[in-house]
């Protein structure tokens, strides 16, 4: 990692975990700062600081927060720990190693919306996340940070961790609150929206683990400096996965706006084997493929909308010239007709005849007019659904045909993969 580091800045320490190392570090001092504001205060301070989600939607938070009915009795805050995104790990590390940062920034957000209890929506498959957080919890309760008064200050806030079962559209954030309420996972149709009818059918603001982790700098250091670290509309650093084909994967805290060829290059190490680069995914895998022509493009919401993709969870996927997009793009298919909840039909008949197309295109099968077939099924699916996850199939699959159709052409034309797939197909598939 390089730059100033703000959210991992106490991933190198020992017993970071730890309240008392966490306060010699700089820790607590923004939460004691904020309840000495008005909560409308603590909005403005976040408004200025340009604090994009980083769940995968890119919204502003302070906006956000600011839609929510301040007269309501109940409110809730829940953070949204289910992180399924695949390529996306930074959540579980942020909890791992600074939960009391989290922590801190639950205080915060809870006292500037007016909420009293916080909820943290844990996907089921971080054990170690789930038990360092309920440990840390019990700390700052123990200190009087959290329970009846927080710092001895009028303000109470009780928090729970509550584990998911690994379902992908848990983290969406309706079916998430469905599932928080003991129910199916299945996502509301909106609106309303989480902050007009929430959790329990009370007023709810639900953010992402590391939205709230910035939080706490946001009010350490003041709404404009830390927006200043970025962009302007773009705030502060993000924590960005990097996986795939780089000599160094890994997660790096940079500035919003750092340009993509930097993140690969220069802390990725470049391409293994120093191999030509084919293809990123710049932001989990439901974000539209890129080119190596579009690797100077800057990591930011507006950075990467303008080269046709999405920042999404900042979960950078690069591969090298040996891959298959069409595996690639099967793999992924796979995976979103699994979690699709069903309730739609586009998604859920979409998904799977995606998962067919590819599938037999890839493994030598493929018809004339299979790869229209795709665009025209993804068509179909994108905006149709009650959540974005017909769009998160969708995109993907539309992102690499735009960009790689010859390739899709040349394994229906040749009758098999031109890159040799070795592989298994699942049991029981037919194409
Ligand atoms: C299928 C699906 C899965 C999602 N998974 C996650 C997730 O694991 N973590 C997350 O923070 N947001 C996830 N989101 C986005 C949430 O719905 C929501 O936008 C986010 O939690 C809001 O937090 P933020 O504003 O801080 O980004 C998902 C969305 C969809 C459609
Ligand atoms: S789009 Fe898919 S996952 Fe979302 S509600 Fe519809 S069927 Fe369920």
């Keep these: 990692m390089a730059g100033e580091r703000l959210l991992t800045r106490n991933w190198d320490t020992p017993d970071a975990v730890r309240l008392p190392v966490y306060e010699q570090r700089g820790g607590y001092k923004a939460a004691r700062k904020a309840l000495g504001m008005s909560a409308a205060e603590v909005v403005a301070e976040v408004k200025k600081a340009n604090l994009r989600g980083r769940g995968g939607a890119?919204?502003?938070?302070?906006?956000?927060?600011?839609?929510?009915?301040?007269?309501?009795?109940?409110?809730?805050?829940?953070?949204?720990?289910?992180?399924?995104?695949?390529?996306?790990?930074?959540?579980?590390?942020?909890?791992?190693?600074?939960p009391h940062q989290l922590i801190e920034g639950c205080i915060i957000a809870s006292y500037a919306i007016g909420a009293h209890h916080c909820y943290i929506y844990i996907r089921g498959e971080l054990p170690k996340a789930a038990k360092t957080l309920t440990g840390a919890i019990a700390e700052a309760r123990a200190h009087g940070y959290l329970g009846r008064t927080c710092f001895g200050q009028p303000f109470e806030l009780e928090i729970t961790v509550h584990r998911g079962a690994g379902a992908y559209i848990c983290g969406e954030e309706t079916a998430l609150l469905e599932s928080l309420e003991g129910k199916r996972g299945e996502p509301r149709l909106k609106p309303p929206f989480p902050a007009v009818v929430g959790a329990f059918g009370q007023p709810t603001i639900v953010n992402n683990v590391e939205t709230i982790s910035a939080v706490t700098h946001v009010l350490e250091r003041g709404g404009e400096a830390f927006g200043a670290l970025g962009l302007p509309g773009d705030g502060g650093t993000r924590v960005f996965c990097l996986s795939g084909h780089v000599k160094k994967p890994g997660l790096y805290e940079l500035p919003v706006g750092t340009p993509l060829r930097t993140l690969i290059y220069e802390h990725g190490g470049g391409i293994r084997e120093d191999r030509a680069l084919k293809a990123v995914i710049p932001g989990g895998s439901s974000t539209p493929v890129l080119l190596p022509e579009h690797i100077d493009a800057p990591l930011s919401v507006d950075g990467l909308k303008a080269v046709g993709s999405l920042i999404g969870s900042a979960a950078v996927i690069v591969m090298d010239e040996t891959t298959c997009v069409v595996r690639a793009m099967w793999r992924l298919a796979r995976f979103y007709?699994?979690?699709?909840?069903?309730?739609?039909?586009?998604?859920?008949?979409?998904?799977?005849?995606?998962?067919?197309?590819?599938?037999?295109?890839?493994?030598?099968?493929?018809?004339?007019?299979?790869?229209?077939?795709?665009?025209?099924?993804?068509?179909?699916?994108?905006?149709?659904?009650?959540?974005?996850?017909?769009?998160?199939?969708?995109?993907?699959?539309?992102?690499?045909?735009?960009?790689?159709?010859?390739?899709?052409?040349?394994?229906?034309?040749?009758?098999?993969?031109?890159?040799?797939?070795?592989?298994?197909?699942?049991a029981g598939w037919q194409a």
Aim: proline share 6%.
């Design 337 to 426: 007709h699994h979690e699709s909840c069903g309730q739609c039909t586009p998604c859920r008949e979409g998904t799977g005849w995606l998962e067919r197309v590819l599938g037999r295109i890839e493994t030598g099968v493929g018809r004339d007019g299979d790869v229209d077939l795709l665009r025209n099924i993804a068509d179909n699916m994108m905006g149709n659904t009650i959540c974005p996850l017909g769009d998160a199939a969708a995109m993907p699959t539309l992102g690499f045909l735009n960009r790689f159709r010859t390739e899709f052409e040349q394994h229906v034309l040749q009758g098999k993969c031109p890159f040799g797939g070795r592989f298994a197909l699942p």
């Design 58 to 98: 890119g919204f502003p938070a302070g906006v956000k927060w600011g839609f929510i009915n301040a007269a309501a009795p109940t409110k809730y805050l829940v953070i949204n720990a289910d992180e399924g995104e695949p390529g996306t790990f930074k959540d579980r590390v942020l909890m791992e190693r600074d």
